[in-house]
């Protein structure tokens, strides 16, 4: 039987903390935008950031959308000169990746597991913010609080075609970015009529550690997401960029990455796009195991790792 949000938030509470559960039954900290408020260490009343004066009003996603976009993965050693988010490429002497996909969004789907559905798919490199090699198509598919994985072919041998992300991981609620702070500094990279919004969270205990983007905070243990929306020829605030540290250490190297939207559209996607894990039911599904992947017999931490450094999955639980 699928648990519903309330449910696992109890399960989990109840054994000691956020990851004290098995592997298929992680809740990750979101801060709000994907599950509930209690299941993140929030610094703010329901982890909404209140806007000072001055700040502009918060924008919000249409109740439905599609669009491409370009993804950006910046590395090398002086990445953190060329923090995000981008208004177009990266700046001139940034040492960056472009690959490219999609994201289909329908705030109005409803169904047993909860509201709301999301697709992103990533065309020939998967999303680099696991300890792994990346170099497969792959596709997040949320539907309600359900939200599943599914690996393309090139991907690990031990990886499986379609495995359980997380139990209690829903689309983003059009007004998500009340969740998220706003960056006067991020703002002004995008340009005239851009918001920015972003912060850095620790992962030792998942607090707050900053606001904005620059100056970085890798090497402190900190982990960034972003959001940016500009304003188009009638004055409309539209999607940008979603901008976030990815793992920043071999085999993704990774540690900005940024995907910029390109024709965005305000348009229902297709029921079909959500057919491949509809009827599947995700108590009988493997866990994903995209943060802690199946170690090499050698000993070594993930496909030649010799260090090791913090990701989404570890807030709460690094260096313990």
């Known amino acids: 039987m699928t648990r519903s949000p ?16 098995p592997a ?6 979101t801060y709000g935008a994907h599950n509930p408020p209690g299941a993140s260490p929030c610094q703010t009343q329901d982890c909404v950031y209140p806007r000072k004066e001055g700040e502009p009003p918060n924008p919000k996603w249409p109740d439905w959308w599609q669009s491409t976009w370009t993804m950006y993965r910046v590395y090398g050693p002086d990445y953190a000169k060329y923090p ?18 999609a994201t289909f969004y329908d705030s109005t789907w409803r ?3 909860g509201e709301g559905a999301m697709m992103e798919r990533y065309d020939s490199f998967c999303l680099p913010i696991f300890p792994l090699r990346n170099n497969y198509s792959c596709k997040f598919i949320s539907l309600g609080n359900i939200a599943y994985f599914v690996a393309g072919k090139g991907r690990p041998k031990w990886m499986p075609p379609i495995c359980l992300f997380s139990p209690l991981n829903h689309p983003p609620r059009p007004d998500f970015i009340k969740h998220l702070p706003y960056s006067a500094q ?5 340009g005239p009529g851009g918001q920015g919004y972003s912060f850095w969270v620790s992962a030792d205990d998942g607090k707050v550690m900053q606001v904005g983007v ?8 900190g982990i960034m997401f972003g ?11 539209m999607p940008q960029s979603f901008y976030f540290s990815g793992y920043p250490l071999p085999p993704a190297d990774a540690p900005y990455v940024s995907q910029n939207y390109r024709k965005f559209s305000a348009t229902q996607p297709s029921p079909e796009l959500w057919a491949e894990v509809a009827g599947l039911d995700p108590d009988t599904l493997p866990a994903c195991q995209l943060f802690d992947p199946p170690k090499p017999a050698s000993g070594l931490l993930t496909e030649g790792e010799s260090t090791k450094a913090p990701t989404w999955g570890d807030i709460g639980r690094w260096k313990r």
């Open 6 to 21: 309330a449910a696992w938030i109890s399960i989990l509470a109840g054994t000691g903390g956020l990851f004290a559960a």
């Open 24 to 29: 298929a039954a992680q809740v990750y900290q």
């Open 84 to 101: 995000p988010p981008y208004a177009g490429k990266p700046p001139k002497g940034a040492t960056y990746q472009t690959s490219s996909g």
């Open 111 to 113: 169904g047993k597991s």
């Open 186 to 190: 991020d703002s002004a990279r995008i």
């Open 214 to 221: 620059t100056p970085d905070r890798t090497k402190d243990g």
């Open 227 to 237: 959001y940016g929306f500009q304003a188009n020829a009638a004055g409309e605030m």
